[in-house]
């Protein structure tokens, strides 16, 4: 086990004592790091995952960056936490809005249904999930953490379009994948161009 005193929140490289990284620009003075409705930076998750800044929020929840403490390794934190249904406590635990009881344990077990199928699949062009688990009164996803562009970003540099040599290899895998998944009984409803990776 690393001691990760040391590792940036916002990248989760060693930052060698400097307030500041060197590789992300994080500012270590920031104090919590999160809005207050989210994980605080430098918490913990089953003892293993070291939690870093939020990167994105949508309607099932928020991804942080972390680290698997056991593997030594960056990885994606996805936590179960519908804000429009659900609140932090002080305590770190989420708390339902009244008359959300329903909505949210539905969400929260489809959430780790479809974890657990991730966990199990073969799928080549899904980042890998390594593990799913409740904890806070929630539930979380742990999956690799992958570095690369959106598709939004590649068009952007791109000029705005894809010929047909750019996007076939592209969209091929994921036609598959969308396969894939619907094999598996999992509907993908969130695929665009800021999605895709």
């Known amino acids: 086990m690393l001691n990760t005193d040391g590792l940036c929140p916002g990248c989760m490289h060693e930052t060698h004592g400097e307030r500041i990284c060197s590789i992300c620009g994080y500012d270590s003075s920031q104090g ?3 809005a207050p409705e989210y994980l605080p930076v430098k918490s913990w998750l089953s003892d293993r995952y070291l939690v870093g800044r939020t990167l994105t929020i949508d309607c099932e929840g928020v991804a ?3 680290f698997d403490n ?3 390794r960056p990885v994606l934190i996805k936590e179960y936490f519908p804000a429009d249904i659900a609140h932090r406590n002080p305590d770190k635990t989420v708390a339902l809005n009244e008359g959300s009881g ?3 344990n539905e969400g929260l077990m489809n959430f780790l249904e ?3 199928k991730l966990i199990d699949s073969e799928l080549q062009s899904i980042i890998p999930v390594f593990s799913v688990f409740e904890e806070n009164g929630t539930a ?3 999956s690799e953490r992958f570095s690369g ?3 939004e970003d590649f068009l952007v540099r791109n000029g705005g379009t894809l010929r047909w040599e750019q996007a076939r290899p592209l969209f091929l895998p994921l036609i598959d994948t969308v396969i894939g998944l619907n094999s598996l009984g999992i509907v ?3 695929i665009s161009p800021e999605t895709v990776l």
């Open 188 to 190: 993908h409803g969130g």
């Open 114 to 116: 479809i974890g657990k």
């Open 140 to 142: 979380y996803r742990i």
């Open 64 to 66: 942080y960056i972390g």
């Open 149 to 151: 562009i959106t598709l």
């Open 32 to 34: 919590n790091g999160n």
């Open 102 to 104: 329903f909505a949210y």
């Open 70 to 72: 056991a593997a030594n």
